[in-house]
């Protein structure tokens, strides 16, 4: 029966090979081609889908009876099912290839809801993208060495060293050092630092911007011979109008000690929309699903724990446990509030901010800012504890929320004002643009583990395919 699926694969092809050609007749001149506006694109695999459809055929006709005899009635019918079945598997697999360009057209037409995650620099008031924000903060602190340069150099200290444990024994051996000089300003062993020992290689060298500290608060490098040896090695070395100075070495030390890491700050990117029946659609950028490498190798313990819990019994606390965590793998969170006259607020959170910072962003931006008003959440939900986290109440990577005012006050201030004016202050709305909030596309896997329909209508999932935050 193989051998007759082949004959009838034979016969498709002869039919479609085009017109024929006597041996005896002179050879035509080949006909032209119409050249092609464009190059064809490759084929692609043959799906799944159909890969099945073809083995189900193959099957059918393997399980009918050999023997042989002409083909009967059957077997044209057979014949002409095998026909049916490849057109069809040729035309859905045109039809596939199709549609998933249409998508990925309109997918290259859309505009993100913001252009990205941009941060301001806490120094300069520079305004940057996300990927830029190191950089800027370091050309920021580079310049500030010619203004303050112990300031500066500490500011390197604790930015640019990640390690805290390894920064905090840093400072507190530096401090201890200025500390000595300081209460025995008379003792001159103290005002030599040996750059080879062992405590300063391992401590204090290894760390970025501590000789710039040292040079700043007054030591400088000298050659000195080892005592005992006639061999000579480099120090640190106290200049000797410091020694004047010693309650600015205190500051010093005393600063040393205190600082933090220089951050630079999110930009909210606030933005006010005119009313839009698309507030509760969201397209965001890469900026907030992109993981940095320690979180990728956290998400790779996560995906092993993962694994050894499937195959184990778990309660409805623990279940909610994990949703939680899935949650915490997002950096940031586009929020959008619509108050009661349809005009939306919109802008840019840490994932990890509690909800008191979206309070206060409302309440700035508010014509009254001691007017009392609530937000609402997906569904109806009061958020009343302004100590929870964003990713800890379902409000990430976005959420449209909803402001409801105190009704009494509002009836009173209503009732005294001459003419009804919107909440917002007059520069805002000033600068409100008209809806330009585009249209979130859902993953194709179709409704997601721990999503509604309701949700899915607002679209606001609790959970999202890893795709979208591992982008790079």
């Keep these: 029966m193989r051998k007759f699926f082949q004959e009838i694969k034979a016969d498709l092809k002869f039919k479609t ?66 026909r049916k079945e490849l057109m069809a598997e040729a035309a859905a697999s045109e039809k596939g290839l199709s549609m998933e360009e249409k998508e990925q057209e309109e997918e290259g037409a859309a505009a993100p809801s913001v252009s ?17 924000k190191e950089k800027q903060l370091r050309e920021a602190i580079q310049a500030y060495f010619s203004v303050d340069p112990v300031a500066a150099s500490i500011m390197e200290i604790h930015t640019f060293n990640k390690d805290r444990e390894k920064v905090r024994v840093c400072v507190e051996t530096m401090a201890k050092y200025l500390d000595n ?27 970025e911007g501590t000789h710039k500290f040292f040079q700043a608060v007054g030591f400088e490098t000298k050659t000195l011979p080892v005592p005992g040896q006639e061999t000579t090695e480099e120090f ?40 839009s029946p698309a507030a509760a659609r969201f397209e965001l950028p890469h900026d907030f699903f992109s993981l940095t490498a320690e979180e990728l190798r956290r998400e790779q313990r996560l995906r092993t724990e993962v694994v050894e819990k499937a195959s184990m019994l778990r309660t409805r606390a623990m279940r909610e446990k994990d949703e939680q965590r899935e949650m915490r793998k997002y950096n940031y969170t586009l929020l959008r509030v619509r108050f009661p006259d349809g005009y939306i607020l919109q802008g840019t959170f840490y994932a990890r901010e509690s909800v008191s910072a979206l309070y206060n962003f409302v309440r700035e931006a508010l014509r009254d800012d001691w007017l009392p008003f609530e937000l609402l959440g997906p569904g109806g939900l009061k958020l009343t504890d302004e100590n929870l986290a964003f990713n800890e109440c379902g409000l990430v990577p976005s959420a449209l929320l909803s402001l409801a005012w105190d009704a009494a006050v509002m009836a009173d201030v209503e009732a005294a004002a001459e003419e009804q004016r919107s909440p917002l202050r007059p520069e805002l709305l000033g600068s409100a643009v008209p809806s330009q909030l585009q249209t979130h596309r859902w993953p194709r896997q179709g409704l ?3 999503a509604s329909n ?5 679209g606001l999932p609790e959970v ?8 790079d």
């Design 17 to 82: 090979a085009g017109p024929g050609q006597k041996l005896s007749e002179p050879s035509r001149a080949p006909r032209e081609k119409p050249k092609a506006e464009a190059a064809p694109k490759p084929r692609q695999a043959p799906t799944d889908e159909a890969q099945r459809a073809a083995a189900a055929a193959l099957a059918r006709l393997e399980l009918k009876p050999k023997g042989g005899k002409a083909p009967s009635a059957s077997q044209e019918a057979i014949r002409n099912q095998v």
């Design 116 to 132: 990205g995650v941009y941060f301001i620099c806490p120094l300069t008031g520079t305004v940057v993208r996300k990927d830029q």
């Design 181 to 207: 000089i300081y209460l025995h300003p008379e003792e001159e062993k103290y005002r030599k630092i040996k750059l080879q020992n062992k405590v300063f290689q391992e401590r204090i060298s290894c760390l």
């Design 236 to 275: 640190y070395v106290l200049k000797e109008e410091v020694l004047s100075r010693l309650e600015d070495l205190r500051e010093h030390k005393e600063q040393l000690l205190s600082s933090e890491p220089v951050r630079a700050q999110l930009h909210r990117q606030l933005a006010v929309f005119h009313p």
């Design 448 to 450: 997601l583990p721990g």
């Design 454 to 458: 309701t949700q899915l209508e607002q």
């Design 464 to 471: 999202f395919p890893r795709q979208w935050w591992s982008r």
